[in-house]
């Protein structure tokens, strides 16, 4: 008991908000607050200061922390080192990914040389991911950030070359091809700050010396996708998560293509587990990238269902 009170202490103090630490415990925001209330009952002490909606860490909150920051790690390798013992016939194998365009291959891989293993893919952005696998939280992560961590392991992917979306109505849409010069005067839809696939792009302009005419920010693949078929602009996206939909046009680079790259990573100190290691032996590079039909009628799966939850 006193371990899931302090839990939901620690992801409140983590995540900075109730809100977001009820999604991350899967757990209600009345059941978060009722913990933390009932965890400083139980001790007369008060862990947080409460300013409105604003959360606060006590001085003993602050000095809780890593001791409970230890047992949440203490935690993840008991479950880590119970999911991993015995033969591949049982088991739980988690992956973390920012989508699932270039893991799923992999992942079809796994389950079809172990049926019975239980896969639990879970999405986020790439800070997220290499939290989670930091914690022990999940087993594997893919992010498209290139990490130096002393901690970690890095596999090289995939490497994707970018395209430029456009709506069927654009002036480069009968194109067969176009140039990083033909974007210049045209309206360009981004990721938030912080995106690779952004990062990579403007990296790419500056290169280049050019300047869009006019930038808007959309906080999602889907919601830009949607936004390009209606006629708002058009985007830089990596090929393999380009659109496979009639309303939109996608047009390949001449030459000097803007490159993003995809990299697996793992704990190093879990590099001989038997989940781990048996899900490394299915990973093959070249199937990261090439067309699959199997793995895109998936991921458009996973893409609506994504959607359908955000609305």
């Not at 008060?46 to 006590?58: A, I, N, V």
């Not at 590079?285 to 994504?306: G, H």
Request: net charge neutral.
């Amino acid at each position: 008991m006193l371990g899931d009170l302090l839990m939901s202490f620690f992801e409140v103090a983590r995540q900075g908000s109730v809100t977001s630490a009820a999604k991350h415990l899967r757990l209600s925001q009345p059941t978060v607050t009722g913990r933390i209330r009932q965890l400083e009952e139980m001790y007369g002490v008060e862990l947080f200061h409460r300013r409105g909606s604003r959360l606060d860490l006590s001085d003993l909150g602050v000095s809780l922390m890593p001791i409970v920051e230890r047992l949440a790690q203490q935690e993840g390798d008991v479950d880590f080192l119970l999911r991993n013992a015995g033969d591949l016939r049982t088991g739980n194998l988690r992956v973390g990914a920012t989508g699932p365009y270039y893991i799923l291959p992999s992942v079809a891989a796994f389950r079809a040389r172990h049926p019975t293993i239980e896969i639990t893919i879970e999405f986020g952005n790439s800070q997220q991911m290499l939290e989670a696998l930091s914690e022990v939280r999940i087993d594997l992560a893919v992010s498209s950030h290139a990490v130096d961590d002393e901690r970690l392991h890095r596999i090289t992917l995939a490497e994707d070359t970018m395209v430029l979306v456009v709506p069927l109505d654009h002036a480069l849409a009968r194109r067969p091809n176009i140039t990083l010069d033909d974007i210049a005067g045209c309206q360009l839809l981004m990721r938030e700050p912080g995106s690779v696939t952004r990062r990579v792009t403007e990296d790419a302009f500056a290169k280049a010396g050019i300047e869009p005419a006019n930038t808007s920010i959309i906080g999602s693949r889907e919601a830009i996708y949607e936004a390009i078929s209606l006629g708002l602009g058009c985007s830089i996206v990596p090929a393999r998560e380009a659109p496979r939909r009639p309303d939109v046009r996608v047009l390949p680079f001449t030459d000097n293509a803007p490159v993003i790259h995809e990299y697996l990573y793992f704990l190093k100190e879990r590099k001989d587990a038997r989940l781990v290691r048996a899900f490394l032996d299915c990973v093959d590079p070249r199937l990261a990238q090439a067309p699959n039909k199997k793995a895109d009628a998936f991921i458009a799966k996973v893409m609506a269902m994504d959607t359908a939850a955000t609305r």
